[in-house]
């Protein structure tokens, strides 16, 4: 369950993440335990819960209601974004590893989809040349390999609707609960 929510949002694919998994860090923002809520204030009858834990230096994400197993992860620091990182030994979908861009503000993660539409120009216009970053509709985007010229992209699209939405509320907004 925890991990068909993760991979429902337009997340990013990594086939190989290079030295980036281990130059992955844990934030104390994300320690916790987690409600889906929407973001319009209509309250879920069950909402997905989850808990992110952090033990050796990589999360630990468990379901609330489930006999599935944790999924590891850790942040990817890229620029003034942060991206949460699947461990690339879970092979979701033939991935080695999957992004998403998050925020955590008072008590609330939000998870950003990447929106291939407009992001296509964008790149075309201030990366032409590069090739590691390919984008489509799920994942909205695939990098080949997880390198500093990729993180530097990742870190320079604009922090804008038309690139990063939050609109599904329901998928992508946890409120921090007490359990």
Same mark, same amino acid.
């Given at each position: 369950?925890?991990?068909?929510?993760?991979?429902?949002?337009?997340?990013?694919?990594?086939?190989?993440?290079?030295?980036?998994?281990? %130059?992955?860090?844990?934030? !104390?923002?994300?320690?916790?335990?987690?409600?889906?809520?929407?973001?319009?204030?209509?309250?879920?009858?069950? !909402?997905?819960?989850?808990?992110?834990?952090?033990?050796?230096?990589?999360?630990?994400?468990?379901?609330? %209601?489930?006999?599935?197993? !944790?999924?590891?992860?850790?942040?990817? %620091?890229?620029?003034? &974004?942060?991206?949460?990182?699947?461990?690339?030994?879970?092979?979701?979908?033939?991935?080695?590893?999957?992004? @998403?861009? &998050?925020?955590?503000?008072?008590?609330?993660?939000?998870?950003?989809?990447?929106?291939?539409?407009?992001?296509?120009?964008?790149?075309?216009?201030?990366? !032409?040349?590069?090739?590691?970053?390919?984008?489509?509709?799920?994942?909205?985007?695939?990098? %080949?390999?997880?390198?500093?010229?990729?993180?530097?992209?990742? $870190?320079?699209?604009?922090?804008?609707?038309? @690139?990063? $939405?939050?609109?599904?509320?329901?998928?992508?907004?946890?409120?921090?609960?007490?359990?």
């Amino acid at each position: 369950m925890i991990l068909l929510l993760l991979t429902a949002c337009g997340y990013i694919g990594v086939d190989d993440p290079g030295a980036y998994w281990d %130059k992955g860090v844990t934030d !104390p923002m994300l320690v916790g335990h987690w409600r889906q809520e929407r973001a319009d204030g209509i309250r879920e009858e069950h !909402p997905t819960e989850f808990t992110i834990a952090v033990e050796g230096g990589e999360y630990v994400i468990s379901g609330a %209601k489930t006999n599935d197993p !944790p999924i590891l992860g850790r942040t990817l %620091k890229a620029g003034n &974004y942060t991206f949460f990182m699947l461990d690339p030994r879970l092979g979701s979908e033939g991935r080695t590893s999957v992004l @998403y861009r &998050y925020t955590v503000r008072s008590n609330v993660l939000q998870l950003y989809e990447l929106d291939p539409r407009d992001l296509g120009d964008w790149l075309l216009q201030h990366y !032409p040349a590069q090739t590691n970053l390919r984008l489509g509709s799920i994942p909205a985007g695939t990098i %080949k390999t997880l390198d500093d010229a990729v993180v530097t992209i990742l $870190s320079e699209i604009p922090d804008e609707e038309r @690139y990063w $939405s939050r609109t599904d509320g329901e998928l992508q907004r946890y409120r921090r609960v007490q359990r």
